[in-house]
């Protein structure tokens, strides 16, 4: 079966950092996704792995190991903004994007 | 601005009836998907087409019907709306292959009373 699991919630302060882990098993790899969704509105895009390894993208970095199957989401200097659900997706060998449950993120001050 | 759009935002109607979700995007992207977020947030792919040419067709009833007339329209008629089809419905667009990351539209709210 294909199976992404993330926490259902998390809840950090501002200014701090938080890490939101992601576990997935599916048929085929062809790299790992994260989107940010706010309340409402549309996922958008942060961030792609296809390689074992870190990617950063200023505030925003995400993590994979292939051969465990995880991944993980860091974001550095939280900002009351970043309150939001983060998806994360795997693109299988059929080129499907698979989605986990998401993380809804609260950022306290 | 160069986006994907879809018209409704918002939609509530009756069992039973027919209605339609249309998608645009202007991104030049060959692969058009749509997908249902339902209301414990889970997004899952129904649809995608590449050119205007369906290659993905996941488990969906038939009463959903996607409609490509050119590689930069999406739409999604559905027949015959049960309670059960209330959701958020996102349109969406990518370059296609593997590693394309999907643009999406601002999602339509369907419900169905």
């Known amino acids: 079966g294909q199976n992404i699991d993330q926490p259902t919630e998390m809840t950090a302060t501002e200014g701090a950092i938080v890490q939101i882990n992601c576990t997935y098993q599916t048929s085929g790899f062809n790299g790992l996704f994260w989107y940010q969704q706010h309340a409402g509105e549309a996922p958008t895009f942060l961030s792609y792995n296809v390689l074992d390894g870190l990617e950063e993208k200023g505030r925003f970095s995400s993590f994979l190991s292939r051969s465990k199957g995880y991944s993980y989401l860091l974001l550095k200097e939280l900002q009351m903004k970043d309150s939001a659900s983060y998806l994360c997706a795997v693109k299988n060998q059929g080129g499907k994007l698979i989605f986990g449950q998401g993380t809804e993120l609260s950022v306290k001050p | 601005d160069t986006a994907v759009s879809q018209t409704p935002k918002y939609l509530v109607t009756q069992m039973g009836n027919d209605k339609s979700i249309k998608c645009e995007q202007n991104l030049g992207h060959d692969t058009m998907y749509w997908y249902k977020q339902d209301s414990k947030k889970f997004l899952k792919i129904m649809f995608s087409?590449?050119?205007?040419?369906?290659?993905i067709n996941e488990t969906v009833p038939n009463r959903f019907s996607p409609k490509s007339p050119d590689k930069a329209h999406l739409n999604l008629h559905i027949n015959s709306l049960e309670l059960g089809d209330s959701a958020v419905y996102f349109c969406?667009?990518?370059?296609?292959?593997?590693?394309?990351?999907?643009?999406f539209g601002p999602g339509t709210r369907l419900t169905v009373t």
């Open positions: 087409y590449n050119n205007k040419e369906l290659i």
């Open positions: 969406a667009s990518s370059q296609g292959g593997t590693k394309g990351y999907e643009d």
